[in-house]
């Protein structure tokens, strides 16, 4: 029910409620039947008060981020919401979102963009965590931090493990963490790591830390955490500057083989990674039957012509990927390296899709040897690559001309 027709029966809402009546378009799964009792419509007036919730402020966020003009009682119906807080002025009306009774228990896909700085209210993290756990129907889970200077991100760690630890029919967790500053405290992954087990039906992990200490040495342990998570098929794992050479390989040695793993990303970055490292992982690989898609990034890491070496054995054993994602950023191998490379390609007899990005200016005979084996590739639909300079896309197109669908862009 819009609010014109409210208006037009003598039962203004921004008289009786203080809601914002000009947000009359609603979408039709959005609209609330006229049946509701006056008894709800006070108690939703009282959840407002309690919490210091402009109503007009909150739909006006509701549709500048999410493109929808709704009225606040018709917010208990959504099945989606994605909201960027990074207003200090707006928290409060963020709060509500998760405060009044019964609000979200529609709610299957969260997002949230979080820019914490040091101005934030203290209890914020807290009340926000705390009403995430009250979100039981919550399947697709999206958190993305943004840390300041001299912020604590430890104690929001450890409450949005608690958080989502009953989060049963959770699917889908992407969770981001970047810190803004460098006296960031090192991070203990344990209670974190643990509450992943409890997620049984989780079936796509994303975990991002960048700019941070080392984690007190529990990435050692990282993938001995995943032995419960018996569903998991999609996995990505990017662990930007500064980690430990040693503690990355010690985390593949240790990781638990997931027999159903489809789809793996890797990212790594700032030498935390070399060709010993390269070997431990790509033997990780050999251990994944069922792997189709597999991305991994590598920028400013000099991983030799072993990185090459590396990559070919690897490939070698993964005769059942279909697509294949390389980036190769400021990360050379030397002529030998990338010869090895495009070798290993050649055992990748099922792949249907390439993608190669490099912001290297590693010359045309380089290229030449990364890109000689690709043509023979007799499943590959599409190739696509991504050049520093005009030299190489010559190079790459001279080379391509049996592919039949190719995408070239420049970086």
Do not use: W
Not at 40 to 66: P, Y
Not at 241 to 259: G, H, I, R, T, Y
Not at 283 to 308: F, S
Not at 314 to 324: A, D, R, V, Y
């Amino acid at each position: 029910m819009n609010c014109q027709q409210n208006i037009n029966q003598g039962q203004s809402q921004e008289e009786n409620n203080g809601v914002d009546c000009q947000l009359n378009q609603l979408p039709t799964s959005l609209r609330v039947e006229q049946s509701n009792q006056q008894e709800n419509e006070n108690q939703r007036f009282d959840a407002f008060e309690e919490f210091g919730v402009n109503k007009k402020i909150f739909s006006q966020i509701i549709k500048e981020q999410m493109n929808l003009d709704v009225c606040y009682e018709d917010i208990e119906k959504l099945e989606s919401l994605s909201l960027n807080i990074d207003k200090i002025d707006y928290v409060n009306q963020y709060i509500y979102t998760f405060k009044v009774a019964n609000t979200l228990s529609y709610l299957k896909s969260l997002k949230l963009i979080i820019n914490l700085t040091t101005s934030f209210p203290q209890e914020f993290i807290s009340k926000l965590n705390k009403q995430i756990s009250f979100l039981y129907q919550i399947s697709n889970l999206d958190v993305q931090l943004n840390i300041q200077k001299n912020t604590v991100i430890q104690e929001y760690l450890d409450q949005f493990s608690l958080a989502i630890s009953n989060s049963m029919n959770l699917q889908s967790l992407n969770f981001s963490v970047e810190s803004q500053g460098s006296n960031i405290e090192p991070l203990n992954l344990t209670s974190f790591l643990k509450c992943l087990n409890k997620l049984q039906n989780l079936s796509s992990l994303s975990l991002i830390f960048r700019n941070f200490a080392k984690f007190q040495n529990q990435i050692k342990i990282f993938g001995r955490e995943f032995k419960e998570i018996k569903n998991l098929k999609n996995l990505k794992l990017y662990f930007y500057p500064p980690q430990d050479k040693l503690d990355l390989a010690l985390m593949f040695q240790q990781l638990e083989v997931q027999n159903k793993l489809v789809q793996l990303s890797l990212g790594f970055e700032f030498g935390n990674i070399e060709s010993k490292g390269i070997e431990v992982i790509m033997t990780y690989l050999q251990k994944l039957p069922c792997l189709r898609h597999l991305a991994i990034q590598i920028r400013d890491c000099r991983l030799g012509y072993q990185g090459g070496q590396a990559f070919k054995d690897g490939f070698q054993s993964l005769q059942n990927l279909e697509k294949l994602s390389l980036t190769l950023k400021n990360s050379y191998m030397g002529e030998k390296g990338y010869q090895l490379v495009s070798e290993g390609f050649s055992y990748l007899l099922k792949l249907k899709q390439l993608e190669i990005i490099t912001e290297d200016n590693i010359g045309s005979d380089y290229y030449e040897y990364l890109t000689s084996t690709i043509p023979k590739l007799k499943h590959l639909l599409i190739v696509r690559f991504a050049f520093h300079c005009y030299l190489q896309k010559k190079v790459f197109q001279r080379s391509m001309r049996s592919i039949r669908l190719v995408s070239i862009y420049k970086n």
